[in-house]
């Protein structure tokens, strides 16, 4: 166990996999010499050299297509996006060949490509994007967005055993910015399975990414009005943990969706969907969203911190849950849960 | 620029040089007659109302589907597309199961989940196409690319049609090959139209094959009714890859002899085009070359049609038997589980 940061985290699980597994090799744009732009792949290419470490020319089609191949015929690549943004351009060989291949042609395609997403660096429109729930969509792919050191390096560990595409988007603020204990030895955390960042009994924050950190700071804030905020972090979206997020607005009744991605059809129309059609009896509260705007992201730092949610925000979406609507519980009435009972 | 034409093979020598013996020439002959068969009975099912959706034939290029899968060794791996039944054929897919798929069948490749050409056997070292053109160019790189880190002797063969080499999948897919000098080639099927869309509206040079300089590697044309010289190209660019010599394209000229597609019956593509190369029927020619090269006798060519005409019957008979697929098995199979990964390619 050693404190580190998010970056190292996730640098720490790739090169302990490629030690591990011949058959791990990341391809990208400068992962060589240079260490990808965010430095993640620094000195793997003096470790495992040129051919298990490869630079690729700026083709992000060639890549993702590069590693479905050499998934079909046994590898397990890595790929890196420079910036998440990029993955626009290689859209067709994620949704069109790997995420569709094992569902009509039985062939599995077990490829990982990590994706440097998220704003708060005035990045501007290309480089900033969140892009989760464009590819959440898309039936045969995975999506992870971890938000912890820990997470990161077990999601990291997982996505490459899993036989299937799996996107991981590691989020650009917290590279340097969040430590936290990591196990040195080999781990995995399962996809799919939501973490309670923080536990409380009045009102549920789903979120994921760097937002965990933004609801954690607002939870603080409302400490001092004696509201308890429960922080489910979703670990992935793509299969996300109804289950636990039905569990949580059971528990509190109020439940703030919260993304950094645009809201409409943001992924947290999903998760808001999901909450009326299964627990709408257990709310006492209209679910509340908080996202992005519906623009692009923009360069300028007062539009940047327009654009993306903020504490304050949060804290004023969390107020307006626990004061403006009272519990059934409170008022001491049944809930209509109860009364069926 | 001009690139290197391919010779025709005219005599029995150059094939033995070439590596294939007379049982060899009877087996290509054998693979055109299945894949055209194949074509054409499947033509009438979907008539007859019993194929789904959509229905394409490679007429005209069996040739060049059978040549280049012939030339290929049984570890290499491919991405053949709408007009290369012929590889499936000669890498050795039972045809019930092709009419399976065409019928959209449990027995059929994608057990239904897909229809017509899109499917393949990777046990037999194919992957399935998808419709999106040239997807599957720079996914056959990828093939490569696994070859060249793990250092094994093995190539991957790429297929596309002239019109999609239109599209960025095949520059970013030969840029990477060239610069890695990946084991791989590139066959493109030159068949003149893409859907309506003649050559001249399609590229502004002269031989497709031309652009393989500007990626590092050498371009050959080859007429693609001529399956022995398909074959001899195909072999050579084959074992130079698998050599380290790196990519070869390979562009292989014949007419696409049908519409795109059922539905389309070409009548943009001038009637006399139609009649040049119909007198270059690449079966026709190789038929006849057979007769006169290697001595093809009537009894053995009798033996071979009838054998072809009661593979197909049988094949179809057996395809109808297959059940439909149970709507209940709708969404299995969208994720795949770890076990699958314990296939041999795959450990
Ligand atoms: C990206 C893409 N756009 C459009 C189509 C529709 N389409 C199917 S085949 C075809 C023509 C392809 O021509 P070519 O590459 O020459 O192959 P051919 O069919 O002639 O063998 C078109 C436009 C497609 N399959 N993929
Ligand atoms: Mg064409």
Known sequence: MAEKTYLQAISDALRQEMRRDQRVFVIGEDVG???????????????FGPWR???????????VAGCTGAAIVGMRPVAEMQFADFVSCAWDHLTTVAAKQRYRAGTPVPIVVRLPSGGGFSGGPFHSQNPESSFAHIAGLKCVCPATPEDAKGLLIAAIEDPNPVLFFEHKHLY???????????????IGKARTHRAGEDVTVVTWGAMVYTADEAAK????????????????????????????????????????????????????????????????????????????????????????????????????????????????????????? | MAVREAEPITSLREVKEAGLDREDLLDIYRHMLVTRGIEERGHILYKQGKIPGSFYTGRGNEASAVGVATAMGPDDWGTPLHRDMGVHVTRGVEPWRIFAQYMGRVDGPTKGKDGNVHMADSNLGLIAMVSHLPAMLPVAVGCALAFRIRNERRVAVAWFGEGAAARGDTHEGMNLAGVRRLPVVFVCDNNQWAYST??????????LADRAAAYGFEGVVVDGTDVLAVYREAKRAIEKAREGGGPTLIESLTLRMEGHAVHDDAFYVPRELFEEWARKDPIERYRTWLRENADMSDEEEDELTGGVKKLLNDAIRRAEESPLPDPDTLAHGVYATPEELDTPHHK
């Open chain 1, 176 to 190: 340097r910015r969040i430590k936290g204990e990591v196990p040195d030895e080999r781990y995995t955390v399962p």
């Open chain 2, 198 to 207: 003649p050559t001249y509206l399609g590229y502004g040079i002269e031989h």
């Open chain 1, 53 to 63: 470490v490869i630079d690729s020319p700026l083709s992000e089609t060639a890549i």
């Open chain 1, 221 to 341: 804030q409302l400490e001092a009005d004696d509201v308890s905020v429960e922080i489910v972090d979703l670990r992935s979206v793509m299969p996300w943990d109804k289950g636990a997020v039905l569990e949580s607005v059971r528990k509190t009744s109020k439940v703030l969706v919260l993304h950094e991605d645009t809201r409409t059809g943001g992924f947290g129309a999903e998760i808001a969907a999901t909450i009326a059609e299964e627990a709408f009896e257990d709310l006492d509260a209209p679910i509340k969203r908080i996202a992005a705007p519906d623009t692009p992201v923009p360069f300028s730092p007062p539009l940047e911190k327009a654009f993306i949610p903020q504490v304050d925000d949060v804290a004023a979406g969390l107020r307006e849950l626990a004061q403006n609507y009272m519990n059934c519980l409170d008022l001491a009435l049944p809930s209509p849960r109860t009364q069926d009972a």
């Open chain 1, 33 to 47: 010499v240079y260490g990808g732009a965010f430095k993640v792949t620094l000195g793997f290419q003096e470790e």
